[in-house]
């Protein structure tokens, strides 16, 4: 054992430690961070009715019915998305296996063309049915596709929030995710996202989602859902926006829902 002449040294040697390990001990890495978020926001199983609203830059709006469901099994997470409503988009499906470690895997169903295709990696981040929100953006990112920092914190509506940045580790996955960084703010107590910024390679902000009335699910354990979600574009000014209209959790969900025969029925 080594002995400690001086006493001052060992006075202020203690108290550094004490000052810095609550530092280094007790803050949870970003990785840590969004591992959490992405578990407290996932559900054996659950069943909603959305409503989608597509507002252009000048005034006008579309609005869309969409049922959903999902059932969480190891190492994915399977979810269908079918819209209900108008007639013009009514039968449209969306299948996607959201891995946990791999690439996802998406297909849609196009009722006028009475085929279901897979959706490749390069159009992940392109629209999702002419809304704002990318297809990318109806799964949970593979943190691994990420170099992730936490940056500090932040309030968010009052809520004080983690603020981390997300930068895809590759050219190919900037094509994929549709986007060059992405800062989003995860709340400290709760760990549920409440806001994201997204950022073009040049640094231009280009959108901006919020996460609003977030209420947890009868049910489920504690789990939590936002029932509200606006995704603004920075750069043509146009806003769309998600409102559940009924949610239910169902741990019992039909898992003969989750294929792309079932995608195809009307």
């Known amino acids: 054992m080594i002995k400690i002449r001086n006493k001052n040294v060992a006075v202020v040697s203690i108290f550094l430690m004490m000052a810095v390990s609550p530092l280094v001990c007790g803050q949870p890495t970003a990785k840590t961070i969004m591992r959490k978020s992405r578990e407290v926001s996932r559900f054996k199983g659950m069943e909603s009715v959305t409503e989608l609203h597509i507002l252009n830059n000048r005034g006008g709006e579309r609005i869309r019915k969409i049922a959903m469901a999902s059932l969480s099994q190891p190492g994915v997470e399977k979810r269908i ?18 891995y946990e470690n791999k690439n996802d895997d998406m297909w849609m169903y196009l009722p006028a063309l009475r085929k279901v295709r897979r959706i490749v990696s390069s159009e992940k981040g392109k629209s999702f049915m002419g809304s704002e929100f990318s297809n990318a953006d109806m799964s949970a990112p593979n943190l691994d596709d990420f170099t992730l920092t936490l940056k500090g914190e932040q309030s968010v509506d009052g809520m004080e929030c983690f603020v981390i940045d997300m930068i895809p580790v590759s050219h190919e996955l900037i094509i994929t995710y549709g986007f060059a960084r992405k800062e989003v703010y995860i709340g400290k107590s709760d760990y549920m996202l409440r806001e994201a910024h997204y950022y073009d390679k040049n640094g231009t902000l280009v959108k901006v989602l919020h996460a609003k009335d977030i209420q947890p699910v009868s049910g489920s354990g504690g789990k939590s859902m936002a029932r509200w979600l ?15 209209l009924q949610v239910r959790y169902n741990p019992d969900v039909n898992a003969s829902m989750f294929t792309t025969a079932y995608l195809q029925k009307q």
């Open 81 to 98: 998305i079918r819209f209900l409503e108008p007639a013009d988009v009514k039968g449209t499906g969306l299948l996607i296996f959201d």
């Open 230 to 244: 606006s995704m603004e574009n920075k750069i043509n000014n146009r806003t769309s926006w998600l409102r559940i």
